[in-house]
């Protein structure tokens, strides 16, 4: 991204709310950034100079969501990235309503020929077909049985799936055919499926983690304004334990200035309520999100901006991003050390991924098959 373009998006993202563009509460995105694949945008400039007024966004009920429905070609996705623990993933919808403003899949929504800002939140293109893909893709002779990251991209449980029932059909489907998967989700919707869960327990298909940034409720409304309350993701993980799922917590990203002091809590009533494995990142701003986090920020929390800034810049390098594998999603520098010594010694005393543990791949099988030889 050039210079100018740079200087442009952080003019908007500086400048405070003026009339005619309050912030959009149940948003967490507040602008639109440019699509670095389009090189031509509309924008609205000089209101006084037009005829017509534009209407002003005061809610989310003013800026409503649009499911876009779609025959999609493919469901399984191949994972190139190392910092991923499964090499496969699979994704029903496209853009999250959930409206998480730090989401690393923001920027994927760009190749939809979208905005990685409000659109991602509330353009959801809803792949109809994601079963029947499944089915066949499982089908191929030479698939057998490698466990897929259901939501390795976007939440596999946002509002969407109320309507849609994706992900249902895809558990179904790997459930008639023993295929193993991971689950990661910040929405309590997942209890809707805990008959198949449960089913698929019992012969370890399944392993789910759900995502845990902040005990603050201000915080999460304003952060990942339509994601469930803590209170009731630590409701899911009691209920999906108790019975017999394998549940874990993420804890990501960790915030400097924001969320990072809260780790111990959060472990602490995960493993209370059950789980037993956790996972964390620590914040990293690559594409657009660098934009709409800066713009975010400085809205939210002018008194400590700077301060939370200045604090992710220190844990990469002097910079809000750092593309290495096996250290972008950790950080560098004191800040991120400590976070990674804290999550060593809560994980120990909390007895967090102690069990030698692992999906069941051996029972995979077609529909009519008899079961692997060996």
Same mark, same amino acid.
């Given at each position: 991204?050039?210079?100018?373009?740079?200087?442009?998006? =952080?003019?908007?993202?500086?400048?405070?709310?003026?009339? $005619?563009?309050?912030?959009?509460?149940?948003?967490?995105?507040?602008?639109?950034?440019?699509?670095?694949?389009?090189?031509?945008?509309?924008?609205?400039?000089?209101?006084?100079?037009?005829?017509?007024?534009?209407?002003?966004?005061?809610?989310?009920?003013?800026?409503?969501?649009?499911?876009?429905?779609?025959?999609?070609?493919?469901?399984?996705?191949?994972?190139?990235?190392?910092?991923?623990?499964?090499?496969?993933?699979?994704?029903?919808?496209?853009?999250?309503?959930?409206?998480?403003?730090?989401?690393?899949?923001?920027?994927?929504?760009?190749?939809?020929?979208?905005?990685?800002?409000?659109?991602? #939140?509330?353009?959801?293109?809803?792949?109809?077909?994601?079963?029947?893909?499944?089915?066949? =893709?499982?089908?191929?002779?030479?698939?057998?049985?490698?466990?897929?990251?259901?939501?390795g991209n976007t939440d596999?449980?946002?509002?969407? #799936?109320?309507?849609?029932?994706?992900?249902?059909?895809?558990?179904?489907?790997?459930? #008639?055919?023993?295929?193993?998967?991971?689950?990661?989700?910040?929405?309590?919707?997942?209890?809707?499926?805990?008959?198949?869960?449960?089913?698929?327990? *019992?012969?370890?298909?399944?392993?789910?983690?759900?995502?845990?940034?902040?005990?603050? #409720?201000?915080?999460?409304?304003?952060?990942?304004?339509?994601?469930?309350?803590?209170?009731?993701?630590?409701?899911?993980?009691?209920?999906?334990?108790?019975?017999?799922?394998?549940? $874990?917590?993420?804890?990501?990203?960790?915030?400097?200035?924001?969320?990072?002091?809260?780790?111990?809590?959060?472990?602490k009533a995960a493993a209370?309520?059950?789980?037993?494995?956790?996972?964390?990142?620590?914040?990293? %701003?690559?594409?657009?999100?660098?934009?709409? =986090?800066?713009? @975010?920020?400085?809205?939210?929390?002018?008194?400590?901006?700077?301060?939370? @800034?200045?604090?992710?810049?220190?844990?990469?390098?002097?910079?809000?991003?750092?593309?290495? @594998?096996?250290?972008?999603?950790?950080?560098?520098?004191?800040?991120?050390?400590?976070?990674?010594?804290?999550?060593?010694?809560?994980?120990? %005393?909390y007895k967090m991924n102690?069990?030698? @543990?692992?999906?069941?791949?051996?029972?995979? *099988?077609?529909?009519?098959?008899?079961?692997?030889? =060996?």
């Open positions: 991204m050039d210079n100018k373009l740079k200087q442009d998006h =952080f003019k908007v993202a500086t400048k405070k709310p003026e009339y $005619g563009e309050p912030y959009i509460t149940g948003r967490g995105a507040q602008i639109n950034t440019k699509n670095r694949f389009q090189k031509n945008e509309s924008t609205t400039e000089h209101i006084e100079g037009i005829d017509v007024p534009v209407a002003t966004v005061r809610s989310a009920s003013d800026s409503p969501t649009v499911y876009l429905e779609q025959e999609s070609k493919t469901i399984v996705n191949k994972i190139e990235s190392k910092d991923v623990g499964m090499g496969y993933s699979m994704n029903p919808y496209a853009g999250c309503e959930h409206g998480c403003i730090y989401c690393y899949a923001r920027n994927v929504h760009e190749y939809w020929g979208y905005s990685a800002g409000l659109d991602f #939140e509330r353009k959801i293109i809803v792949k109809k077909n994601a079963p029947q893909l499944l089915r066949k =893709f499982l089908m191929h002779p030479k698939w057998n049985g490698t466990p897929i990251m259901l939501s596999c449980y946002q509002p969407a #799936e109320q309507q849609y029932r994706l992900t249902r059909g895809l558990l179904e489907v790997c459930n #008639e055919f023993n295929q193993p998967v991971g689950i990661l989700t910040k929405n309590s919707g997942i209890l809707k499926d805990k008959d198949v869960l449960q089913e698929m327990a *019992r012969k370890r298909l399944v392993s789910a983690m759900v995502s845990i940034t902040s005990f603050n #409720e201000e915080l999460r409304r304003t952060m990942e304004p339509r994601t469930t309350t803590a209170k009731q993701k630590l409701k899911v993980i009691n209920e999906l334990s108790a019975a017999g799922v394998r549940m $874990g917590i993420m804890m990501g990203p960790m915030i400097p200035g924001l969320n990072e002091h809260e780790m111990q809590r959060i472990m209370d309520n059950g789980a037993t494995f956790t996972a964390y990142t620590f914040i990293r %701003l690559n594409g657009a999100i660098k934009f709409l =986090f800066h713009d @975010w920020l400085y809205k939210n929390f002018p008194d400590r901006a700077d301060k939370v @800034w200045h604090g992710i810049e220190q844990s990469h390098g002097g910079k809000v991003n750092d593309s290495r @594998w096996g250290v972008r999603m950790r950080g560098e520098g004191t800040i991120a050390e400590m976070v990674a010594q804290q999550y060593k010694k809560y994980g120990k %005393l102690a069990e030698e @543990w692992s999906l069941d791949t051996s029972i995979f *099988r077609r529909p009519g098959e008899q079961g692997k030889l =060996f």
